[in-house]
């Protein structure tokens, strides 16, 4: 039986906030991180990618950063949607990468799944995404601001996806291999509105989400919750932290050349007796 994917972020307002952040001057360190951060994992990936596909990244970050780096050639770009709504989609790729994009995406499983099959056999995905705790400090201080003020509290802040629901997600859509990790970054600012405005710089706030019916945040909830955030989350030298987590995932589609796991049962010593063998090396003589 066919489920609903529950529509959590909107699209349309997505790309706005994208194209004010360009407007404003795009703040982009994070991203230049995580493409560093990309090309060392494809560093051990023994093969040159003379195509491929950058899904989502803003403005196409990752495709001029590898291009330049020499680790991938003519990536094209497109968004998630983009690929969510084409009814045909051709296995031919060897490589799809993305950046910043996954985390607000309404039908993710259904995404890697076409992923999967826009990727050639023993084709590579290597995407990051925040995750996680990502903004836990934002989202605590902007919830108790706004129940103590108006006695509810909204959405104010992405849901984010957690690193093991991200490999489960991986298997789900049948890629070979599959590895989903978490890389903590934490960032200090002055105030949280020097905080906020990075935000904005990113294209990163809540302008996406969908949240019918719910009141706009207010002048005194925002003041209550930057006083709060400076309370909570204050280090010794007067600044405030921020924590972004950026889950990583990769997966192969499956490919006759690739390694497979022992058949059960087909070890040549039982369990037990490794162990055994372990706590003898490693007893005080």
């Given at each position: 039986m066919a489920t609903s994917v529950p529509e959590l972020f909107d699209p349309v307002k997505a790309g706005l906030a994208l194209a004010r952040a360009r407007s404003l001057g795009a703040e982009t360190f994070l991203l230049e991180r995580s493409a560093g951060d990309l090309v060392d994992r494809l560093a051990p990936v023994l093969?040159?990618?003379?195509?491929?596909?950058?899904?989502?990244?803003?403005?196409?970050?990752?495709?001029?950063?590898?291009?330049?780096?020499?680790?991938?050639?003519?990536l094209a770009t497109a968004s998630p949607e983009a690929l969510l709504d084409d009814g045909e989609v051709p296995g031919d790729l060897p490589l799809v990468v993305s950046a910043h994009a996954f985390h607000r995406v309404n039908d993710l499983p259904g995404?890697?799944?076409?992923?999967?099959?826009?990727?050639?056999?023993?084709g590579l995905l290597v995407a990051t995404f925040p995750g996680g705790d990502t903004l836990h400090e934002l989202r605590e201080c902007l919830i108790a601001a706004e129940s103590e003020i108006r006695g509810a509290a909204g959405l104010r802040v992405f849901p984010m996806v957690d690193v093991r629901s991200?490999?489960?997600?991986?298997?789900?859509?049948?890629?070979?291999?599959?590895?989903?990790?978490?890389?903590?970054?934490?960032?200090?600012?002055?105030?949280?509105?020097?905080?906020?405005?990075?935000?904005?710089?990113?294209?990163?706030?809540?302008?996406?989400?969908?949240?019918?019916?719910?009141?706009?945040?207010?002048?005194?909830?925002?003041?209550?919750?930057?006083?709060?955030?400076?309370e909570r989350f204050t280090d010794p030298d007067g600044r405030l932290r921020a924590t972004f987590d950026f889950i990583w995932i990769s997966g192969w589609t499956p490919h006759e050349s690739q390694q497979k796991p022992a058949?059960?049962?087909?070890?040549?010593?039982?369990?037990?007796?490794?162990?055994?063998?372990?706590?003898?090396?490693?007893?005080?003589?």
């Open positions: 093969r040159e990618f003379d195509s491929g596909l950058d899904l989502g990244t803003p403005g196409g970050f990752l495709a001029g950063w590898l291009a330049r780096e020499g680790r991938a050639r003519n995404l890697l799944a076409r992923i999967r099959a826009l990727l050639k056999p023993d991200a490999g489960q997600l991986l298997q789900r859509a049948g890629f070979a291999l599959p590895v989903a990790d978490l890389d903590r970054v934490t960032l200090r600012y002055a105030t949280m509105f020097d905080l906020v405005r990075d935000l904005r710089a990113m294209g990163a706030t809540a302008l996406p989400l969908l949240r019918p019916g719910q009141p706009p945040l207010t002048r005194a909830i925002l003041l209550r919750a930057a006083a709060l955030y400076a058949r059960r049962g087909s070890g040549s010593m039982r369990l037990e007796e490794a162990l055994e063998r372990i706590r003898a090396q490693d007893a005080p003589e």
